[in-house]
């Protein structure tokens, strides 16, 4: 049981360069969630799903999308990364949205 | 003024001492109290959560929620260098659709 894994751990981009972050969850959860994690400003809600084929927007959605084509796999795409998104992602997944279980995250620097 | 605050510390305690976490916030709505605890560079986990006003105890951890003044504390007792951590506190309303709200988090040093 991994229970939430994220791929990739690091990613260096240059600044108009597009990605796609994997998050994946093995514990048959509903509720996945994706944040940003600055200085300063604490864990960030970008989109979250509440179930296969359902997305909606978080507190920061601008810039990203979203996909949930499978129960258990959330991706997270930056069609143009810009410096401002420089960040750690965390994806978290949950039954009904109380205990939510996280990924180790993932590091990303935009050049 | 965020929904939640939290002093981002750090705070520095001797091992053995008894350690005071605390929030503030500002949404009369909220009705779950989330502690997390996240070691560096990995992602937070949960550590216990409480329903409304109370207490609750879990070993050496116990969370307080006093609604009237719209505070959380979390408190530590016997703290070992293995409490070192960030800690945040989230809460969130009723309901299933409903968000967690994260204060920026307490980075904690238990030292030797």
């Known amino acids: 049981n991994a229970g939430v894994t994220q791929t990739p751990k690091f990613r260096v981009l240059k600044t108009g360069q597009s990605m796609t972050l994997l998050c994946a969850q093995d514990m048959n959860h509903e509720y996945m969630y994706w944040y940003r994690q600055d200085p300063g400003m604490g864990l960030r809600l970008i989109h979250y799903?509440?179930?296969?084929?359902?997305?909606a927007k978080g507190e920061v959605p601008d810039g990203y999308n979203v996909s949930r084509l499978k129960k258990q796999n959330f991706l997270l795409g930056l069609e143009s990364a810009a410096p401002s998104q420089t960040s750690v992602y965390f994806c978290?997944?949950?039954?009904?949205?109380?205990?939510?279980?996280f990924g180790p995250g993932t590091r990303l620097l935009v050049l | 003024q965020k929904e939640v605050e939290q002093d981002p510390g750090p705070l520095s305690v001797p091992e053995g001492a008894i350690v005071s976490l605390n929030c503030t916030y500002s949404n009369s709505a909220f009705q779950y109290f989330m502690w997390y605890r996240q070691y560096s560079r990995k992602g937070p986990e949960l550590l216990m959560y409480t329903y409304s006003s109370g207490n609750k105890e879990d070993g050496r951890f116990t969370a307080q929620v006093d609604k009237s003044s719209k505070y959380i504390s979390l408190f530590i007792r016997d703290s070992q260098p293995s409490d070192s951590a960030t800690y945040l506190c989230?809460?969130?309303?009723?309901?299933?659709?409903?968000?967690?709200?994260f204060g920026t988090g307490t980075r904690l040093q238990v030292t030797l």
């Open positions: 989230a809460p969130k309303e009723a309901g299933t659709a409903s968000k967690l709200t």
């Open positions: 978290a997944s949950s039954w009904g949205g109380e205990t939510q279980y």
């Open positions: 799903s509440v179930g296969e084929g359902t997305t």
